[in-house]
């Protein structure tokens, strides 16, 4: 029996559902049980019938699937895989804001820790955050952590007052525009799709912006053709998989999130094999409460 083959045994015999995020590695993504982006990874969470969910991401991810599910066994393939932006704000920041600002909804993306999360009004993720700021009722919005998103969020909805905090994705940041103008002189039939985590003046030169489900989805629906990609390249396996005949470029070499890239067959054969000797994702019980409420508020909103 090969790698593959004894993971897909013992995902059966140990009842493990395996979810995977769409930047990990292709190798993990074809022997995953779910593959998608963040939002759709939530909701598949609550839905899963597994007692046991193995988790290749990043923490946050792990996390959502905990606080969503407090009675299932959530474990990571990689426990020390976390997203750098995620640790860019802190829950005591969240409660100075609240104290200055205090008739602002907290909006928080789905990228940030279980503490943070406590302290917030409702989750965002880059597919649903514009559908979601737009129903709040409250006119005024503290956006949290990621300051691209944020921005690109309150220029779809200009009726809003938002504040922004300083967050970004260093993977998404490094995506620069003399990068982007380079590639669109070598491929100029290529229409370029990115992520709302890249800077303003890379969303301003693109042809789409969304999600990395979104961007596989508008791949698929525009049909063949050139694509230069402004997000990680883990998306390139399904949208190369999706659609055989298109072409997919990347702006630079290095659009790479060392963390997703944690997750590989090797740990997820190793977790497996003694899963009830592995670390189980265990959150503060009262911070687990308070956390569910703007992940559960977002998916009713998201809907
Ligand atoms: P998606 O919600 O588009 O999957 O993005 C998650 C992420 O971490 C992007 O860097
Ligand atoms: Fe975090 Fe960026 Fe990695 Fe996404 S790509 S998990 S935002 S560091």
Same mark, same amino acid.
Request: proline share 0%; glycine share 14%.
């Given at each position: 029996m090969n790698r593959s083959e004894k993971i897909c045994r013992w995902k059966q015999e140990k009842d493990v559902v395996l979810l995977a995020h769409y930047y990990v590695d292709k190798a993990v993504q074809e022997v995953a049980d779910f593959v998608g982006d963040s939002y759709a990874l939530a909701k598949t969470a609550v839905s899963v019938s597994q007692k046991n969910i193995l988790f290749a991401g990043v923490s946050f991810m792990g996390e959502s699937a905990k606080l969503l599910n407090p009675d299932k066994h959530v474990y990571m393939v990689?426990?020390?895989?976390?997203c750098p932006m995620a640790d860019m704000v802190d829950a005591e920041q969240v409660r100075r804001m609240r104290e200055k600002y205090p008739q602002a909804a907290v909006v928080c993306y789905v990228n940030s820790s279980a503490k943070v999360k406590a302290e917030s009004d409702v989750c965002v993720t880059s597919s649903n955050a514009v559908r979601v700021v737009g129903k709040? !009722? %409250?006119? %005024?919005i503290y956006f949290i952590p990621d300051s691209h998103l944020g921005h690109f969020v309150a220029k779809e909805l200009p009726d809003k007052e938002f504040l922004f905090h300083d967050g970004y994705c260093p993977t998404h940041q490094s995506i620069d525009r003399t990068s982007l103008l380079r590639a669109k002189e070598e491929h100029p039939d290529a229409l370029t799709l990115a992520h709302p985590e890249c800077s303003k003046e890379i969303l301003e030169l693109s042809d789409f912006v969304g999600s990395t489900a979104d961007i596989i989805r508008f791949a698929g629906e525009k049909g063949i053709g050139e694509y230069i990609i402004a997000t990680e390249t883990g998306v390139f396996h399904p949208l190369q998989k999706e659609n055989p005949d298109s072409r997919f470029y990347p702006v630079? !070499?290095? %659009?790479?999130c060392p963390d997703m890239q944690k997750s590989t067959l090797e740990k997820i054969e190793h977790m497996l094999k003694d899963l009830e000797k592995q670390p189980e994702l265990l959150l503060d019980g009262s911070i687990m409460e308070r956390a569910r409420l703007p992940l559960e508020q977002m998916l009713l909103l998201a809907q």
């Open positions: 990689d426990g020390t895989a976390g709040l !009722h %409250q006119k %005024q630079i !070499h290095c %659009q790479v």
